[in-house]
């Protein structure tokens, strides 16, 4: 296998490593990379130099490696003997899963755009890493006129914070497969990675079933009203309750394998589709981050441990049950977009007041500007 020069100093002497790394991916990082509390280095570019075995080995990926300008880097120092580091193990794919379940949980925080992404795992053993597996990472796909969104360091200690609070959930589990919320979980990344956006909507509004258990025959109304109670506040209430409704129209025309904007016929024609994407956004938005509310409170977590409690909890006052969710995304102010650029994002005309300030690197150097190279930028 090909062995590699360890060139930031990253990865100590040896350990077995999972790298998950994305190319032009817009990140704004000090060139040093950040230290996550759980031990995940986050580097500005991969932390190996590949020599020309690694380059005669893995052949046209080669470049895809060196181009990447965001690595997630997790480690295992401890737990096994010296002789152990050359077998490919389960601590191999622990720490893939573990590079990974960051990565997804970035994702709830926004939308992550990128060319490739890859995992590669291995170990580092006397000075010299060894990389041993190297695997096209799956993609997350993003809902047509979507805007930018610029990673920053915060935003890599939240994916953190919510990868650790995830495990902690699941493992609460007797048999996480069977679990409402982690089927419903399921459905919300299964969304993510699908390419066409009626596919996408689908996913999202199951993923939103999951967590408000409605009753057999009031499924469309309890969808609306339920889901309302978190999407917007009192201001919002009925733009939220119209978009959930129509939204729930829209899934099950997908699911009845009929034109996904069937629903949409009080839009002039020219508008449907661009109103779908719009519903399909919303959808996503509000999923993600009901999901990251969920993983990251513990109290609210009780609620939806198994299908009794969570039947209890729909049947609270309506208040109690806004006081315990809180608003946690407000579909409101998510617009309708009509022009979109040459990737399917949202137009500079399209986009908020202000938003463009968000994408101002604070840090100077490749990170921050590799996605120019594709076309990813502002």
């Not at 401890?78 to 590079?99: H, M, R």
């Not at 809902?143 to 495990?167: F, N």
């Not at 996913?203 to 939103?208: D, K, W, Y």
Request: with cysteine.
């Amino acid at each position: 296998m090909p062995n590699t020069t360890n060139i930031l100093g990253s990865l100590p002497d040896e350990c077995k490593f999972a790298l998950l790394g994305l190319t032009h991916v817009r990140v704004d990082l000090p060139a040093a990379g950040v230290v996550l509390g759980n031990g995940t280095h986050v580097l500005s570019r991969f932390p190996f130099e590949m020599n020309s075995q690694w380059q005669s080995w893995l052949g046209i990926e080669a470049s895809q490696v060196s181009e990447a300008n965001f690595v997630l880097a997790r480690m295992a120092t401890t737990g096994f003997p010296p002789a152990a580091l050359p077998v490919s193990d389960a601590t191999n794919s622990e720490l893939a899963k573990q590079a990974d379940n960051i990565f997804t949980m970035l994702r709830l925080l926004g939308t992550i755009e990128y060319e490739r992404g890859f995992l590669v795992t291995g170990y580092v053993q006397n000075g010299q890493a060894v990389c041993q597996n190297f695997s096209k990472l799956g993609r997350l796909e993003i809902t047509r006129g979507c805007l930018p969104w610029m990673i920053r360091e915060e935003h890599l200690v939240a994916a953190a914070d919510l990868a650790r609070a995830k495990s902690s959930l699941m493992s609460s589990f007797p048999d996480a497969r069977r679990a409402r919320i982690l089927r419903g979980w399921w459905a919300l990344t299964t969304g993510l990675q699908q390419f066409y956006a009626s596919d996408r909507i689908h996913g999202f509004v199951r993923a939103l079933e999951a967590l408000i258990y409605p009753e057999i025959g009031k499924t469309e109304g309890q969808f609306v009203h339920r889901c309302s109670l978190f999407a917007a506040p009192g201001a919002g209430k009925d733009a939220a309750r119209e978009a959930l409704g129509e939204a729930y129209k829209m899934r099950s025309d997908v699911e009845h394998l009929h034109e996904w904007d069937r629903s949409l016929g009080k839009y002039p024609a020219a508008d449907r589709e661009d109103a779908a994407f719009w519903r399909t956004r919303q959808m996503e938005s509000l999923a993600c981050a009901a999901y990251a509310k969920i993983f990251t409170d513990t109290v609210l977590q009780k609620n939806f441990y198994n299908e009794v409690v969570l039947e209890q909890f729909w049947r609270k006052p309506e208040h109690d049950v806004r006081a315990a969710l809180g608003c946690v995304c407000d579909i409101s102010k998510l617009k309708l977009v009509k022009r979109y650029n040459g990737w399917g994002r949202a137009e500079l005309s399209e986009w908020p007041a202000g938003w463009a300030d968000t994408l101002k690197p604070k840090h100077d150097g490749r990170a921050a500007g590799a996605f120019r190279a594709v076309g990813i930028d502002a």
